[in-house]
């Protein structure tokens, strides 16, 4: 990625045809809610456990994936019995995840009565959440949508990035953490930071981390800043 193509990204804060506005979500701690126990169900459930939510389940039965997570006490609860209308009470987040629409109805409807988000998986548009493709490189992350039109392209997108972003993204970034306060007060302005940032980058940088050099990009990186005077 080059400066040019790091100084004409534009933000994006929303886009007009869907309502959906691209957010991260900071779920550690909050009462999250997973109705189903299927395949899709414990990719949700997985998810949620992996951003810190505190996760309930309610289904009669579970699959395997929702049964190791049980087992492994990952979840805060789960209620074996069908869904019942008082169950979305307290909870910021709740995902309808059953196999049948109308029962998913039925929580939407229950969980948005009660000021709760909704993710229902058989119809996105229905709901107040989209779950994204996602590629993880450490911090950073990148998200992939289509506003639930097509999954299957937003997961062809997710692909086409995987191989464009490399793990040395996820120790560049942890490496730009680390001079984030130098960064923060040298650079001044976010123009100059984003400056600073694309100077790193064409450098050469994530060539020494591709490589494992980390002592070597974090030298670069140094003598770049001082180049920049920063």
Do not use: K
Request: hydrophobic share 45%.
């Amino acid at each position: 990625m080059t400066a040019s193509l790091v100084d004409s990204a534009p933000a994006v804060l929303a886009d007009q045809h869907t309502g959906l506005a691209p957010l991260m979500l900071d779920l550690r701690g909050r009462a999250c809610l997973v109705v189903g126990g299927g395949t899709v169900a414990a990719r949700r459930v997985q998810a949620l456990v992996d951003a810190g939510a505190r996760v309930s389940v309610v289904a009669p039965d579970l699959g395997e994936g929702l049964r190791r997570l049980v087992d492994a006490g990952h979840l805060s609860e789960w209620r074996p019995r069908p869904y019942e209308a008082g169950d979305v009470r307290g909870h910021l987040l709740v995902v309808a995840a059953t196999d049948d629409p109308e029962v998913n109805r039925r929580i939407g409807a229950d969980a948005r009565a009660g000021g709760a988000l909704v993710n229902r998986i058989d119809d996105a548009a229905s709901g107040d959440v989209v779950v994204p493709a996602v590629v993880r490189r450490g911090d950073l992350v990148i998200a992939v949508s289509t506003g639930g039109a097509n999954p299957t392209l937003a997961a062809h997108v997710r692909r086409e990035i995987e191989r464009s972003f490399g793990p040395e993204w996820g120790a560049l970034t942890a490496l730009l953490g680390e001079f984030r306060p130098r960064l923060a007060t040298a650079a001044g302005t976010p123009d100059g930071r984003r400056r600073a940032v694309c100077a790193i980058i064409d450098a050469g940088v994530l060539d020494h981390l591709a490589r494992g050099d980390t002592d070597g990009a974090r030298m670069l990186v140094r003598r770049i800043l001082e180049e920049e005077r920063l």
